[in-house]
T-cell receptor, first 112, second 109 residues
Framework: SQTIHQWPATLVQPVGSPLSLECTVE??????LYWYRQAAGRGLQLLFYSVGIGQISSEVPQNLSASRPQDRQFILSSKKLLLSDSGFYLC???????????FGAGSRLTVL | GQNIDQPTEMTATEGAIVQINCTYQTSGFNGLFWYQQHAGEAPTFLSYNVLDGLEEKGRFSSFLSRSKGYSYLLLKELQMKDSASYLCAVRSGTYKYIFGTGTRLKVLA
């Protein structure tokens, strides 16, 4: 069966520190992968998506970056966090050619 | 540009029927999706429409009119566990899924 893992689940980071969130998908090949952010009480903002290894499309210019070093691995990074980076980060995937986007459990980031 | 509008909040009574509307403006429309999100959790998929008309799935139904840029989610026989946010999302082109800000539904006993 297909599953998506996302970690860490919760983290508290100081302003100016780096960030790395990781997402892996099991049970599928060549999925399309996504990173979304949800600020408190807000909707989902599409940050990045990837249709293959090394292929990253950025939707919102900011101090975040994404990488896809392996087919089923998607990483969200920052060199220096800002207070405004706080939020609920969600990784999602969809099989290439399929329709339904499926989300991981999310990573809740608080920047102090 | 891309724009998706939903009401911010709705309240309904247990056992009633509620309709949550969504209007959208997007290029390359390629399907409309509804997700349910309980507080502190990830969204879960409810329904998908790509052609005009009504899709029914148990207590949940979703309607789409592409010419009007309009969809609704209909929830019947409301239960307390249906208290959640309901997110309307549009796929633009092949890869991009754009979400509205969501409608927070409160079900009262």
């Amino acid at each position: 069966s297909q599953t998506i893992h996302q970690w860490p689940a919760t983290l508290v980071q100081p302003v100016g520190s780096p960030l790395s969130l990781e997402c892996t998908v099991e049970g599928t090949s060549n999925p399309n992968l996504y990173w979304y952010r949800q600020a408190a009480g807000r909707g989902l903002q599409l940050l990045f998506y990837s249709v293959g290894i090394g292929q990253i499309s950025s939707e919102v210019p900011q101090n975040l970056s994404a990488s896809r070093p392996q087919d089923r691995q998607f990483i969200l990074s920052s060199k220096k966090l800002l207070l405004s980076d706080s939020g609920f980060y969600l990784c999602a995937w969809v099989d290439s050619g399929a329709n339904v986007l499926t989300f991981g459990a999310g990573s809740r980031l608080t920047v102090l | 540009g891309q724009n998706i509008d939903q009401p911010t909040e709705m309240t309904a009574t247990e056992g009633a029927i509620v309709q949550i509307n969504c209007t959208y403006q997007t290029s390359g429309f390629n399907g409309l999706f509804w997700y349910q999100q309980h507080a502190g959790e990830a969204p879960t998929f409810l329904s998908y429409n790509v052609l005009d008309g009504l899709e029914e799935k148990g207590r949940f139904s979703s309607f789409l009119s592409r010419s009007k840029g309009y969809s609704y989610l209909l929830l019947k026989e409301l239960q307390m566990k249906d208290s959640a946010s309901y997110l309307c999302a549009v796929r633009s082109g092949t890869y991009k899924y754009i979400f509205g800000t969501g409608t927070r539904l409160k079900v009262l006993a």
